[in-house]
């Protein structure tokens, strides 16, 4: 399959509407939802044909949304806006219209790039903004910002109880004019300090998956997001890791990316066999992971409502086949795929074409994975206590 191809994220439709995105759990400053392949490449590996309970077939629905955009691009109207009302009529929930700037944006995110001030955050139960990691290198720990700092607005708009979707959204800026060395200016508080800084934005790399050790000689990798590289990563870390050693994949607020990383990644633990089903215009299609996995090392996947699309596939496939102990709470259950189609003003439409399922037959979208242990606090605590009865770590 293509290495392009990949189950997309929750998007937008309307235009204005604060972006969902691919990495909002991994940066507050950062890219836009996940990809999708090039609509102007041939791929072998299109995402599959909807259920029998959706109103339209995906053809009819893709049909009408390219001659409703045809139709206003030959009335001198907007065709964007013009199939952005046509995905909103086809009730397809993650259907979605992207300008071309947005679509560059997609790209450079998923090769592991994004344009930002290098920034995570989230948002406290009390709904203040917390800076939870401020990027290396960045314009954000350029100017002094740290951990624990609150974000209290952006560009003047205070942010305080907003979603943190929204948050990326005030700090990205319209896809179109928030380039690299464009200015934001934010509100920021230290205690009893409170200040302003202008950042420029700039082209930063992301650290898709990071690796630590606990005390007890566990190996805990954690991947943020299936960006370009992120399965070899994955293998190098397993690799790596001292011999007999459990791992815990921590997949926790992991919002997906690019399907070929997530089977690469899965093929660092399976000797093969299948990761997942889906189909093609009615084909029937499989993903299969590479032979050569460990097979042995104890294992925990760690999971919750974050955890989605190719994450929730990667989290399927491991524990379908009794190769890993889920830990954490149910995932977010987003396990249709979309297909892109290039419209006259080279704006991208994308519609949903199909569903794929885990290897026990189990459909994902709507319903997510149930972890086999349910742990909603000190799950990375849980891990260790579930690997030190799989093994003896070391």
């Not at 870390?237 to 921590?250: E, F, K, M, T």
Request: charged share 25%; proline share 4%.
């Amino acid at each position: 399959m293509s290495g392009r191809d990949l189950f997309c994220q929750p998007r937008r439709i309307r235009r204005g509407a604060a972006l969902t995105l691919l990495f909002a759990s991994v940066f507050v400053a950062g890219a836009a939802t996940g990809s999708f392949p090039d609509p102007g490449r041939k791929t072998t590996s299109a995402p599959s044909s909807a259920s029998s309970g959706d109103r339209s077939t995906p053809a009819s629905d893709q049909e009408e949304v390219t001659e409703a955009a045809e139709k206003a691009m030959a009335d001198g109207k907007s065709p964007m806006e013009a199939a952005e009302r046509a995905v909103s009529r086809s009730g397809d929930r993650w259907g979605a219209v992207y300008s071309q700037g947005e679509y560059e944006e997609f790209e450079e995110a998923l090769d592991g790039q994004y344009t930002g001030v290098g920034l995570w955050a989230r948002r406290e139960s009390d709904g203040r903004i917390e800076v939870t990691r401020v990027q290396s290198g960045s314009p954000a720990a350029a100017a002094g910002i740290r951990k624990g700092d609150l974000l209290r607005s952006v560009d003047g708009q205070k942010v305080d109880g907003r979603p943190v979707t929204e948050v990326v959204s005030l700090l990205r800026g319209d896809a179109e004019d928030a380039a690299a060395g464009t200015e934001v200016s934010l509100g920021l508080e230290r205690g009893t300090r409170a200040w302003s800084e202008t950042l420029r934005r700039a082209l930063l790399s992301t650290d898709s998956v990071t690796v630590s050790k606990l005390a007890d000689g566990v190996t805990v990798i954690k991947v943020d997001a299936f960006t370009k590289g992120a399965g070899d990563l994955v293998q190098a870390a397993v690799a790596q890791a001292p011999q007999g050693s459990g791992i815990a994949l921590d997949l926790r607020g992991n919002s997906g990316g690019l399907v070929t990383e997530a089977v690469t990644a899965a093929s660092a633990f399976l000797d093969g066999g299948l990761v997942a089903t889906y189909d093609v215009d009615g084909d029937q299609r499989a993903l299969h992971a590479e032979p050569g996995g460990d097979t042995t090392r104890p294992l925990v996947v760690l999971v919750d409502g974050g955890t989605m699309s190719a994450a929730e596939l990667l989290t399927g496939a491991l524990q379908d086949r009794g190769r890993a102990v889920v830990v954490g709470s149910q995932t977010f259950g987003k396990g249709s795929v979309q297909m892109p189609s290039r419209l006259p003003d080279g704006s991208v439409a994308e519609l949903t074409v199909g569903h794929y399922r885990t290897p026990s037959g189990h459909g994902v979208d709507g319903q997510g994975i149930t972890p086999d242990l349910d742990v909603d606090a000190k799950a990375l605590e849980q891990a260790e206590t579930v690997l030190s009865g799989l093994g003896d770590p070391s």
